[in-house]
């Protein structure tokens, strides 16, 4: 009785490692999960004191399907000072990330429609593309060249079918950043292609290296692009589900109309918290991004020293993806470093075919865990 699109989809990689790892640790089982993107560290208290008190003060009832005002101008305000992208607040639409890349799927893409992508990628760009009725075109990356997408091969993929390009910088799983110049060339193609640009920026405060740039920043850009992002990663705040979609008010108008007939509006006093989180102190998520940018370095000096690995820099996000000469696929991989070394990772190829010989490590925890997991790690390769 399952829909015959639902039947398409496979379960979410990282989700299902998740959901085995909370298993085997409640069997008693000591487990070091490097399986999650979830920061380890607790919101900032200003932003939880501001939705209590928004709780206290009775705001617990339905907002805008758009958002609260407020909330809009505050995140047009900040995205406009941060990544100079000329938006306002009616170019706003407040709804989790997960769910904006959801709705702007089913808002633009038809049966039959090509949607490129790089490879890899998140797991559920493909998902979200297949569910709306759309073809999946995977646009492969190298190692060598630190995963980052080629624009002539983008260019080359398009054809009459093609409806949207799919970008994610800084990226997971990789940690690319896509250097402004590259940026600047897939903008021209989407502009002279007529093709939407759906890009997901939601790490876009987690940069080490370089700067991160927004495509809608550039000239023309703007109305082209369904730029994606939230608090999720760089406030810490993954269980509040708050994010939102930036585009033409127009586009936003079209997407708001799945919004206003699924989840209605986010929840009024987490959107409370957002204004906080936006307008308010800022050290925290500069404080979070050191201690990631140093937990990086650690993991990447001790991958590096296992025989056989190798790893880039990631310049963003908190992903290492290294590259192993295994004769052995990383879904069979990660689940011998889980059921044996009691590590769990996720396998290349939960992020597309060119994610076959790596796996990846997510650093958003502790360095006692980071040098203890990636020790496991090391010793289990040693044995296979």
Known sequence: ????????????????????VSQMKAEGIDIVSFSMGEPDFTTPSNVIDAACDSLHEGFTHYTPSTGIPELRKAVAEYTKKIDNVPCAAENVL???SKQAIFMSALAFIDPGDEVILPDPSWVSYEACVRLAGGVPVYIPTRFEDNFVVDPALIEAAITPRTKMII??????????????DKLKQIADIAMAHNIKVMSDEIYSAIVYEGEHTSIASFPGMFDHT???????????MTGWRLGWAIAS?????????LQSHSISCCVSFVQKAAVEALSGPQQSKYDMVKAFKKRRDL???LIRDIPGMECNTPAGAFYLFPKYNKDIPSAKLAEALLKEGHVAVTPGTAFGPCGEGFFRISYATSEDQIQEGIARIKKSMAQM
């Open 167 to 180: 970008l994610n910088t800084p990226s997971n799983p990789t940690g690319c950043v896509i250097p402004k």
């Open 1 to 20: 009785m399952v829909s015959q699109r639902l039947q398409t989809i496979p379960a979410s990689g990282t989700i299902a490692i998740s959901n085995l």
């Open 94 to 96: 407040i709804t989790p």
């Open 226 to 236: 369904i730029l994606i992002s939230g608090l999720s990663k760089s406030f810490a």
């Open 249 to 257: 008010a127009e586009d936003i108008k079209n997407i708001n109309k």
């Open 299 to 301: 993991a990447l000096d």
